[in-house]
């Protein structure tokens, strides 16, 4: 059992700022990428950021100056500091930590809703 629990979700108005954190146990999390999806209402899942175990970033052209992916290997979290929302920011993100590419030590958070709206 490797639970990620999600928190920081909430309802905010266009412009404003959330930040999101991603908290592990069970796994050496050092060694883990870590990334950010959202889904919205009718959308596909979209990777929004992410961050290897070598801190080598990635942002979706959407996000890209707006959002910032960090970690703290030492508390086993993740945040997705989220700043000039915009309404089309508005799905549920969800958390991933994942060993390799083969799927078998990929794991989910539960998700949280961000709703920006005004």
Known sequence: QVPLVESGGGLVQPGGSLSLSCVASGITFSTYSVGWYRQAPGNQRELVASATSDNIVYYSDS?????TISRDNAK??????????????????????????????????QGTQVTVSS
Do not use: H, I
């Not at 989220?82 to 083969?102: H, I, Q, W």
């Open 63 to 67: 996000v890209k100056g707006r959002f």
């Open 76 to 109: 086993k979290t993740a945040y997705l500091q989220m700043n000039n929302l915009k309404p089309e920011d508005t799905a549920v993100y969800y958390c991933k930590a994942n060993y390799g590419r083969s799927g078998k030590y990929d794991y989910w958070g």
